[in-house]
């Protein structure tokens, strides 16, 4: 059973260019969210998709976009990158429901450095 | 919204001695709390988890305790090995409709010393 799988695990980018990473969910999941995690700090959750539609977005700027397709896997674009936009991003899957039981499994993340 | 913070930002141990993490959140509205490892390197792994009508879950040489009167939970680890080195985070979450969303805290680093 594949857990959570992310692409590319590393990427360099130049500022104002533009990236999309990849996630695909563990088996059995529907759910996928993405996180953002700073050198030295927690992940902060930018947005959740479910049904090919975004259900919760954190506090990040439109710069952020996400697509989830019917196969429940799902891609992060950041457009315009900043130099502050350097940071490990986490994909999450889980069930939509939150009966017992459905946790929350994250990926190894996608390191992506903006120069 | 929710706020997590952790205690310590380090903690370390001795091998075979039993560890001690604590954290606390802001919001009694969260529901879900779920403590995760992360080695330098890789994405968080999931430890335990315990919801808001339990005070206390126990898994393999991990416990979670969770008090809501002072928001807070703990995560233990017994027996402590060199292996459990890692960065650990407690995470909360609120219910939103279906949709759930998670608010960790900075993390503690748990050095354990031979």
């Known amino acids: 059973d594949a857990g959570v799988t992310q692409s590319p695990t590393h990427l360099i980018k130049t500022r104002g260019q533009q990236v999309t990473l990849r996630c695909s969910p563990k088996?059995?999941?529907?759910?996928v969210s993405w996180y953002q995690q700073a050198l030295g700090q927690g992940p902060q959750f930018i947005f959740q998709?479910?049904?090919?539609?975004?259900?919760q977005r954190g506090n990040f700027p439109d710069r952020f976009s996400g697509h989830q397709f019917p196969n429940y896997s799902s891609e992060l674009n950041v457009n315009a990158l900043l130099l502050g936009d350097s940071a490990l991003y986490l994909c999450?899957?889980?069930?939509?429901?939150?009966?017992?039981?459905?946790?929350?499994?994250f990926g190894e993340g996608s390191w992506l450095t903006v120069v | 919204g929710e706020s997590v913070g952790l205690h310590l930002p380090t903690l370390s141990v001795q091998e075979g001695d039993n560890s001690i993490i604590n954290c606390a959140y802001s919001?009694?509205?969260?529901?879900?709390f779920i403590w995760y490892k992360q080695e330098s390197g890789k994405g968080p792994q999931f430890i335990i988890d315990?919801?808001?009508?339990?005070d206390k879950r126990q898994g393999q040489r991990v416990t979670v305790l969770l008090n809501k009167t002072v928001k807070h939970l703990s995560l233990q680890i017994a027996a402590t090995q060199p292996g459990d080195s890692a960065v650990y985070f407690c995470?909360?979450?609120?219910?939103?409709?279906?949709?759930?969303?998670?608010?960790f805290g900075s993390g503690t680093q748990l050095t354990v010393l031979p």
């Open positions: 088996s059995g999941h529907d759910t």
């Open positions: 315990i919801r808001s009508n339990m």
């Open positions: 998709y479910y049904e090919e539609e975004e259900r």
């Open positions: 919001n009694s509205a969260s529901d879900y």
């Open positions: 999450a899957s889980s069930l939509l429901t939150t009966s017992s039981g459905n946790t929350i499994y």
């Open positions: 995470a909360a979450s609120i219910s939103s409709g279906s949709a759930r969303q998670l608010t």
